[in-house]
């Protein structure tokens, strides 16, 4: 950092809203989309800075419409990226059919004369976005009626209900949420459950007249399936039969048929209204969309369980942790032949001739992966009646690890975990050990940071320290010693885009020597995130954080700090899983006080390294090197007047040395800001300052590159800045122009000092307007600097 008066603001996040870069705009299609279908997008949005350059490049993403399962609508859902929000919910207001209550979440409608594909491209090109894909028209999953008096109630054999029940026969607490259409209200096994509902489709709650009657036949068997009451001598039971059941209704006609946004909004509002568990017994189980409405569940704190599908196809391969899709088995305990099956699949249960309820009092049996779901969902309810305590990951985790395991050994694609037992399920419940949930924040202050981290090697020691940046409490180890922390649900980190953070400092370690940030994955390896450097000697406090990806995300995960020195100690405070540090890139700054060029700030970096200058990190950069900044939005700060500076050191640095500085925006090629001459560059730190032109000022992927041209020597780059702050005084003069020894007395060698910047052209004599041009208004204003003295 600046040995004067600057401090260095710590950055990271490289994608920014409007850049193009979050989304896969490549959709399968070759061409991009026709102007007309750009100006029939653009009329009918409210269009942000860029936005007709980046959807005129955007190509259309293919949507496969299958009849009788999932249709065109002529409509979008649209989520936002939760840092973009504002931008991005403003640019859909003309479009806007209906907007989510709970999330940034909107369905839109499609131009006439553009395709889904077309339109969802534009959006996604816009980087404002989470997903953009169409308001299906969904079926309820086919039913297959046979023997309307069959009364064996095969399923909980197989699932072990009766010994569950030993234990537990569901609690009057725990709600099941049905998404479908409706349940019958006046069903003898269902009516003294039910507790009040809600229309999706009108947005209204039954107490406020919504209406949840079932209107066609569907929900009323899936709930009984799930809840529906035992031990009272009437017809069957469900699978938690003390549970009380809440009818959403997604659907207003006889057929059942809904789209994705009723069910999803179903779902959130039963999860805020107190269900902890939701089913969902629809096509359309492996979309953005499920995911994300679980994600958003899971954090009301219930679990979405959705049915598979009835093709007997395989499914659409895809990663939704938070969602637990859910296929049919038969009485033996085999795959039913019209349940889906693939990487999605995660667990099963039974859904070949089960017997429920059914509209209008009555009893029957069917088939399907509707009625599986809900019978899993039944377990789920079972697992927080039988412990209250634990948090939707925890049940997730229960569900899977208590199934029994069918085909081949492990997980599988056609049984996922197993088929549920509802038995090992609340018995594992009982003695389970609720994750530490997220965010977490450890600030040392008491005792109570052992809960946390509970595991790793040696005796770290709690100390007072002065200094500490929360309290006075600090976390110190030595050399070898190392935390781990007590199991994690890792999910929520991954979901919520969270990293681990640490603030920490080095006493007595030598150079170059590191602290470890690390996770680890469901196979028990360390992954390292990111390190803390020691310039040697004592140092300050220095955050440091790394993201946390796919591979925390399981539960049971953990973290741990390795001190990796071998003398001295690190002293940490402030040990955080949460929403990574700055989430913008701008106004960038770094002054490499981590001790690493940092891949977050920096790309196309050769030849360049970390070096220690006079007890402080810096950017060295030999002949040829050079290293540009990532994509910066600029645009973000508005505001026209920015600049970029940095400051120089160097060593055996001769004639003819240079160091250029480059810029380029989406609107700019590169264009040389100015070629620095560092021939004279010794030990004494110089700051050289750019006005940045304003075709870069309104970019979003705006970067700066900088390119060493030396015979041998070293140029040493640190504290770099783009954005609206200027270059501080690191000159020790008492005024601009006090510019060489004996600094306070301004004399001949002051004038000399800048005839020399002058004639060199360096940035430093630039000092009046029209600037990067060096004439006679440059000289005068030297003077007139020069006859006002020094204060």
Not at 507 to 527: C, I, K, M, N
Not at 592 to 604: E, K, L, Q, S, Y
Not at 679 to 684: F, L, N, P, Q, Y
Request: charged fraction near 15%; aromatic fraction near 8%; hydrophobic fraction near 40%.
């Amino acid at each position: 950092m600046i040995r004067h008066t600057l401090a260095a603001a710590a950055v990271s996040i490289v994608v920014a809203c409007g850049s193009a870069s979050a989304a896969d705009l490549s959709g399968g299609q070759p061409a991009s989309m026709s102007a007309a279908s750009v100006a029939r997008i653009a009329s009918s949005l409210r269009l942000q800075p860029g936005d007709l350059a980046a959807m005129s490049a955007a190509r259309p993403l293919a949507f496969s419409e299958v009849a009788g399962n999932q249709e065109f609508s002529s409509e979008l859902i649209v989520r936002a990226r939760r840092q973009c929000a504002i931008r991005a919910m403003s640019r859909l207001t003309p479009a806007m059919v209906k907007k989510s209550q709970f999330v940034d979440e909107a369905v839109v409608r499609v131009p006439d004369g553009v395709s889904e594909g077309e339109f969802a491209a534009a959006l996604m090109a816009t980087g404002d976005y989470e997903y953009a894909e169409p308001n299906w028209v969904l079926f309820p999953l086919a039913t297959t009626p046979n023997d309307p008096q069959f009364s064996s109630s095969w399923q909980h054999t197989r699932m072990q209900s009766t010994l569950a029940w030993d234990i537990t026969q569901g609690s009057p607490d725990v709600i099941v949420a049905v998404c479908d259409s409706g349940v019958d209200i006046d069903h003898p096994d269902l009516a003294a459950a039910l507790v009040p509902g809600y229309n999706a489709v009108n947005n209204l709650a039954q107490v406020d007249g919504g209406l949840v009657d079932d209107v066609n036949g569907h929900g009323t068997f899936v709930a009984g399936c799930a809840a529906a009451i035992g031990n009272n001598g009437t017809g069957v039971v469900g699978v938690g039969w003390n549970m009380r059941i809440m009818p959403v209704r997604v659907s207003n006609n006889s057929s059942g048929t809904a789209n994705p946004f009723d069910l999803l909004e179903g779902a959130r509002w039963a999860a805020s209204n107190g269900a902890k568990a939701v089913n969902v017994s629809f096509t359309g189980a492996t979309s953005s969309g499920t995911n994300a409405a679980a994600r958003d569940v899971k954090n009301m704190g219930g679990l979405l369980l959705w049915a598979s599908g009835n093709d007997g196809t395989q499914s659409s391969n895809g990663y939704f942790p938070d969602l637990t899709i859910v296929g049919s088995t038969t009485s033996s305990d085999s795959r039913s032949g019209f349940s889906n099956y693939g990487t999605a699949i995660d667990v099963v249960a039974p859904g070949s001739g089960v017997r429920s309820t059914q509209r209008g009092g009555g009893y029957g049996n069917s088939s399907g992966t509707s009625f599986a779901s809900p019978m899993a969902a039944g377990v789920v309810g079972m697992i927080f009646s039988a412990n209250p305590a634990l948090g939707p990951d925890d049940v997730q985790d229960i569900l899977y690890s208590s199934a029994d395991d069918l085909g081949s050994a492990g997980y599988d694609i056609f049984y996922g975990h197993g088929r549920v037992n509802t038995f090992n399920a609340v018995t594992m419940a009982q003695s389970y050990t609720p994750r530490l949930t997220l965010p977490l924040f450890e600030d040392f202050e008491s005792a109570d940071w052992q809960t946390v981290l509970s595991g790793g090697v040696g005796t770290p020691e709690l100390i007072v320290d002065p200094g500490a940046p929360s309290g006075t409490g600090a976390l110190a180890l030595d050399a070898g010693e190392s935390v781990e922390s007590a199991p994690i649900a890792g999910l929520a980190a991954f979901n919520a885009g969270f990293g681990l953070s640490v603030k920490a400092r080095a006493e007595g370690v030598p150079a170059f020597e590191t602290l470890s940030l690390q996770y680890r994955d469901e196979a028990g390896v360390w992954h390292t995130v990111d390190q803390a450097v020691s310039a040697g000697g004592d140092g300050a406090y220095v955050l440091r954080q790394g993201a946390l990806d796919n591979d925390f995300a399981y539960h049971s995960s953990a973290v741990r700090l390795v001190a990796n020195n071998t003398s001295g100690r690190w002293i940490i405070d402030d040990l955080a899983i949460g929403e990574m540090d700055g989430l913008g890139l701008v106004p960038f700054a770094d002054g490499f006080d981590d001790g690493v060029i940092d891949p977050a700030r920096w790309t196309d970096v050769s030849d360049a390294a970390i070096a220690i200058d006079q007890g402080d990190f810096v950017m060295a950069m030999g002949n040829d090197a050079t290293a540009s900044t990532v994509n910066l939005p600029l645009l973000d700060l508005q505001a026209l007047d920015q600049s970029a500076w940095l400051v120089v050191t160097g060593q055996g640095l001769t004639s003819g040395d240079s160091l250029a500085v480059e810029i380029r925006s989406e609107f700019l090629a590169w264009t040389t800001l100015g070629t620095i001459d560092v021939s004279g560059v010794d030990a004494t730190p110089r700051g050289f300052e750019f006005e940045v032109p304003d075709l870069a000022v309104i970019g979003t992927q705006t970067q700066l590159r900088l390119t060493a041209s030396t015979a041998g020597g070293t140029v040493f780059v640190d504290d770099v800045h783009i954005g609206t702050t200027r270059l501080p005084d690191l000159d020790p003069g008492c005024s601009d122009a006090d510019l060489a020894e004996p600094y306070g007395l301004l004399n001949i060698f002051d004038i000399q000092a800048y005839i020399g910047l002058y004639n060199s052209q360096d940035p430093a004599a630039d000092l009046a307007a029209p600037f990067g041009v060096f004439n006679i208004f440059d000289l005068q204003e030297y003077i007139n600097r020069y006859n006002a003295g020094c204060p």
